[in-house]
Protein backbone atom coordinates (compact mmCIF):
# COMPACT_ATOMS: atom_id res chain seq x y z
CA UNK A 1 0.00 0.00 0.00
CA UNK A 2 1.45 3.42 -0.90
CA UNK A 3 0.15 4.48 2.36
CA UNK A 4 -2.04 8.18 2.58
CA UNK A 5 -1.08 10.38 -0.25
CA UNK A 6 -2.55 14.12 -0.55
CA UNK A 7 -2.18 16.42 -3.18
CA UNK A 8 -0.56 18.69 -4.09
CA UNK A 9 2.18 18.94 -1.56
CA UNK A 10 2.49 22.93 -1.62
CA UNK A 11 0.18 25.21 -2.97
CA UNK A 12 0.31 28.86 -2.82
CA UNK A 13 -2.60 30.96 -4.26
CA UNK A 14 -3.83 34.43 -4.09
CA UNK A 15 -6.20 35.79 -1.40
CA UNK A 16 -9.67 35.29 -2.04
CA UNK A 17 -8.92 32.28 -4.39
CA UNK A 18 -10.59 29.17 -3.72
CA UNK A 19 -8.30 26.20 -2.93
CA UNK A 20 -8.77 21.87 -2.77
CA UNK A 21 -6.93 19.87 -1.11
CA UNK A 22 -7.55 16.29 -1.72
CA UNK A 23 -6.70 12.84 0.33
CA UNK A 24 -6.27 9.11 -1.01
CA UNK A 25 -6.64 7.49 2.58
CA UNK A 26 -5.44 3.62 2.70
CA UNK A 27 -7.94 1.12 1.53
CA UNK A 28 -9.97 -0.60 4.48
CA UNK A 29 -9.64 2.70 7.14
CA UNK A 30 -12.72 2.87 8.18
CA UNK A 31 -12.05 6.78 9.20
CA UNK A 32 -10.83 10.08 7.46
CA UNK A 33 -9.10 12.77 9.48
CA UNK A 34 -8.21 16.20 8.34
CA UNK A 35 -5.84 17.90 10.68
CA UNK A 36 -4.34 21.76 10.79
CA UNK A 37 -0.99 22.48 11.77
CA UNK A 38 0.71 26.26 12.38
CA UNK A 39 3.02 27.67 14.84
CA UNK A 40 0.57 29.10 16.89
CA UNK A 41 -2.10 26.51 17.57
CA UNK A 42 0.04 23.56 17.05
CA UNK A 43 -1.86 20.64 15.35
CA UNK A 44 -5.51 20.90 15.80
CA UNK A 45 -8.52 18.75 14.27
CA UNK A 46 -10.71 19.84 12.10
CA UNK A 47 -12.96 17.21 10.56
CA UNK A 48 -13.32 13.43 10.77
CA UNK A 49 -15.36 10.85 9.04
CA UNK A 50 -16.46 7.47 9.65
CA UNK A 51 -17.62 5.18 7.00
CA UNK A 52 -18.00 8.11 4.97
CA UNK A 53 -20.10 9.72 6.87
CA UNK A 54 -19.24 13.25 8.22
CA UNK A 55 -18.97 12.45 12.31
CA UNK A 56 -17.52 15.67 13.75
CA UNK A 57 -16.56 19.02 12.20
CA UNK A 58 -16.54 21.11 15.48
CA UNK A 59 -12.92 22.11 14.51
CA UNK A 60 -13.75 23.28 11.51
CA UNK A 61 -13.07 27.29 11.58
CA UNK A 62 -15.42 28.81 9.67
CA UNK A 63 -17.96 28.36 6.94
CA UNK A 64 -15.41 29.43 4.38
CA UNK A 65 -14.05 25.40 4.95
CA UNK A 66 -16.21 22.31 3.78
CA UNK A 67 -15.20 18.83 3.70
CA UNK A 68 -16.30 15.60 1.43
CA UNK A 69 -15.51 12.03 1.31
CA UNK A 70 -18.04 10.73 -1.99
CA UNK A 71 -16.49 7.52 -1.75
CA UNK A 72 -14.17 5.69 0.83
CA UNK A 73 -11.24 6.15 -1.75
CA UNK A 74 -11.39 9.68 -1.73
CA UNK A 75 -11.80 13.21 0.32
CA UNK A 76 -11.31 16.62 -0.85
CA UNK A 77 -10.97 20.11 2.15
CA UNK A 78 -11.79 23.00 0.09
CA UNK A 79 -11.35 26.91 1.65
CA UNK A 80 -13.36 29.38 -0.50
CA UNK A 81 -12.26 32.18 -0.13
CA UNK A 82 -8.55 31.42 0.95
CA UNK A 83 -7.30 34.24 3.76
CA UNK A 84 -3.63 34.43 4.56
CA UNK A 85 -4.61 33.08 8.09
CA UNK A 86 -5.23 29.69 6.79
CA UNK A 87 -1.71 29.35 5.74
CA UNK A 88 -0.23 26.12 7.17
CA UNK A 89 0.24 22.99 6.57
CA UNK A 90 -2.95 20.38 6.47
CA UNK A 91 -2.73 17.02 6.99
CA UNK A 92 -4.90 13.94 6.05
CA UNK A 93 -4.84 10.29 8.03
CA UNK A 94 -7.40 7.28 8.02
CA UNK A 95 -7.16 5.00 10.45
CA UNK A 96 -8.55 1.51 11.44
CA UNK A 97 -9.15 -0.22 14.80
CA UNK A 98 -5.99 -3.03 13.92
CA UNK A 99 -3.52 -0.74 12.07
CA UNK A 100 -3.94 2.53 13.96
CA UNK A 101 -3.33 6.01 12.42
CA UNK A 102 -1.51 6.64 9.50
CA UNK A 103 -0.22 10.61 8.19
CA UNK A 104 -0.13 11.33 4.57
CA UNK A 105 2.78 13.90 4.10
CA UNK A 106 1.06 16.71 3.98
CA UNK A 107 0.17 20.09 2.07
CA UNK A 108 1.52 23.57 2.67
CA UNK A 109 -0.64 26.09 2.37
CA UNK A 110 0.50 29.51 1.25
CA UNK A 111 -2.63 32.39 1.10
CA UNK A 112 -0.72 35.73 -0.15
CA UNK B 1 -12.28 17.28 26.98
CA UNK B 2 -8.69 16.19 26.84
CA UNK B 3 -5.67 18.45 27.09
CA UNK B 4 -2.10 17.06 26.58
CA UNK B 5 0.79 19.37 27.66
CA UNK B 6 4.51 19.15 26.94
CA UNK B 7 6.74 21.69 28.65
CA UNK B 8 9.61 21.80 26.76
CA UNK B 9 9.65 23.75 23.59
CA UNK B 10 12.84 23.16 22.65
CA UNK B 11 16.16 20.21 23.80
CA UNK B 12 19.30 19.58 22.74
CA UNK B 13 21.53 16.09 23.52
CA UNK B 14 24.73 14.82 22.79
CA UNK B 15 25.09 11.99 20.05
CA UNK B 16 24.95 8.24 22.07
CA UNK B 17 23.87 10.53 24.63
CA UNK B 18 20.23 9.65 26.52
CA UNK B 19 17.42 12.15 26.43
CA UNK B 20 13.96 12.09 27.98
CA UNK B 21 11.40 14.46 26.72
CA UNK B 22 8.18 14.87 28.98
CA UNK B 23 4.16 15.25 28.64
CA UNK B 24 1.48 15.43 30.64
CA UNK B 25 -2.16 14.86 30.17
CA UNK B 26 -5.47 15.40 31.64
CA UNK B 27 -8.54 13.21 31.36
CA UNK B 28 -11.55 12.18 33.41
CA UNK B 29 -11.30 8.44 31.46
CA UNK B 30 -9.90 5.05 32.33
CA UNK B 31 -9.59 3.83 28.70
CA UNK B 32 -7.31 5.18 26.86
CA UNK B 33 -4.04 5.49 24.33
CA UNK B 34 -1.00 7.45 24.41
CA UNK B 35 1.14 7.82 21.45
CA UNK B 36 4.79 9.47 20.58
CA UNK B 37 5.18 10.84 16.80
CA UNK B 38 8.19 11.98 15.51
CA UNK B 39 8.41 14.90 12.50
CA UNK B 40 11.38 15.07 10.78
CA UNK B 41 11.87 18.37 8.64
CA UNK B 42 10.35 16.33 5.60
CA UNK B 43 6.96 16.98 7.99
CA UNK B 44 6.10 13.16 7.78
CA UNK B 45 4.34 12.65 10.74
CA UNK B 46 5.63 9.51 12.33
CA UNK B 47 4.73 6.78 14.67
CA UNK B 48 7.01 6.53 16.80
CA UNK B 49 5.50 4.15 20.13
CA UNK B 50 2.18 3.69 21.38
CA UNK B 51 1.03 3.17 25.03
CA UNK B 52 -2.10 1.37 26.23
CA UNK B 53 -3.57 3.04 29.03
CA UNK B 54 -5.03 -0.51 30.66
CA UNK B 55 -0.97 -1.75 30.47
CA UNK B 56 0.99 -1.21 33.19
CA UNK B 57 3.70 -2.63 31.65
CA UNK B 58 6.12 0.35 29.99
CA UNK B 59 6.13 0.33 25.88
CA UNK B 60 9.62 -0.46 24.23
CA UNK B 61 10.87 -0.07 20.59
CA UNK B 62 14.46 -0.60 20.18
CA UNK B 63 16.17 2.81 21.40
CA UNK B 64 12.97 4.49 22.27
CA UNK B 65 11.36 3.51 25.73
CA UNK B 66 8.25 5.68 27.37
CA UNK B 67 7.71 5.98 31.50
CA UNK B 68 3.74 5.63 31.97
CA UNK B 69 2.81 6.90 35.39
CA UNK B 70 -0.98 6.93 34.41
CA UNK B 71 -1.81 8.18 37.82
CA UNK B 72 0.12 11.00 37.72
CA UNK B 73 -0.78 11.36 34.13
CA UNK B 74 2.68 11.14 32.96
CA UNK B 75 4.00 9.89 29.79
CA UNK B 76 7.82 10.95 29.13
CA UNK B 77 9.77 9.54 25.87
CA UNK B 78 13.04 8.36 26.47
CA UNK B 79 15.56 8.22 23.73
CA UNK B 80 18.22 6.18 23.90
CA UNK B 81 22.08 6.10 22.04
CA UNK B 82 21.17 8.95 20.28
CA UNK B 83 21.43 9.54 17.22
CA UNK B 84 21.90 12.36 14.61
CA UNK B 85 18.21 11.36 12.31
CA UNK B 86 16.68 11.44 15.58
CA UNK B 87 16.40 15.66 15.37
CA UNK B 88 12.65 16.18 14.89
CA UNK B 89 10.18 17.96 16.49
CA UNK B 90 8.13 14.98 18.84
CA UNK B 91 4.67 15.22 19.82
CA UNK B 92 2.95 13.39 22.24
CA UNK B 93 -0.76 12.52 21.45
CA UNK B 94 -3.78 10.85 23.16
CA UNK B 95 -6.66 9.08 21.69
CA UNK B 96 -9.70 7.76 23.94
CA UNK B 97 -10.15 3.92 23.61
CA UNK B 98 -13.99 3.99 22.02
CA UNK B 99 -15.91 6.41 19.83
CA UNK B 100 -13.93 9.18 17.63
CA UNK B 101 -10.32 7.62 17.52
CA UNK B 102 -9.03 11.71 16.83
CA UNK B 103 -5.62 12.64 18.45
CA UNK B 104 -5.59 14.95 20.62
CA UNK B 105 -1.58 16.62 20.61
CA UNK B 106 0.48 18.53 22.71
CA UNK B 107 2.65 21.21 21.32
CA UNK B 108 5.36 19.69 20.66
CA UNK B 109 9.20 19.20 21.31
CA UNK B 110 11.91 20.50 19.46
CA UNK B 111 14.76 17.84 19.39
CA UNK B 112 18.93 18.68 18.50
CA UNK B 113 21.08 16.26 18.21
CA UNK B 114 24.73 17.31 18.78
CA UNK B 115 27.22 15.84 17.04
Known amino acids: DAGVIQSPRHEVTEMGQEVTLRCKPISGHNSLFWYRQTMMRGLELLIY????????DSGMPEDRFSAKMPNASFSTLKIQPSEPRDSAVYFC??????????FGSGTRLTVV | AQTVTQSQPEMSVQEAETVTLSCTYD???????LFWYKQPPSRQMILVIRQEAYKQQNATENRFSVNFQKAAKSFSLKISDSQLGDTAMYFC????????????FGKGTKLSVIP
Open chain 1, 93 to 102: ASNDRLHGYT
Open chain 1, 49 to 56: FNNNVPID
Open chain 2, 27 to 33: TSENNYY
Open chain 2, 93 to 104: AFMLGAGSYQLT
